[in-house]
């Protein structure tokens, strides 16, 4: 028997999921609108507005498919019942790199992360490296790049 994976996530992010999901079903109908005007002006093969409705119907069903499966399987975690001292998901990271210079990450889900807000998924290869590191530990990261090295200084539940 399979079993589902479960999906972490803040509820941020979840909300923000079911926000897309109701704008989308907003959306649907209206498709289903474009599609019958454009099937009413006759020979569809040739018909560029007809498969332009239909294209970006597919794309609505796929994507509402695709959220309510995310929402189906979404653990909503809130980073402020926990505690500890390692870092887990929703945990506060706050790094030191080879400069000294601080940076700071929270680890998120992979639908809320965004690296340009401080935000990276636990899936990310910083995330994987991060999780389960205390404070004053190192960290490698191996990106495009080439291989990065972090100080865990801080991790903060907020």
Known sequence: ????????????????????????????????DAIEEARAHGDLSENAEYHAAK????????????????LSRAQIIDPRDLSGDKVVFGATVTLRDEDEKAIKYQIVGQTEADANKGRISYNSPLGRALIGRKVDEEVEVSVPAGDRYYLVSRIEFI
């Open 55 to 70: 294209e970006r119907q597919g794309q609505i069903e796929a994507s509402i498919a695709d959220i309510e499966d995310k």
């Open 1 to 32: 028997m399979a079993t589902v994976e479960k999906m972490p996530m803040l509820a941020e992010g979840y909300d923000k999921l079911n926000a897309e999901l109701k704008r989308l079903k907003i959306e649907r109908p209206q498709i289903v």
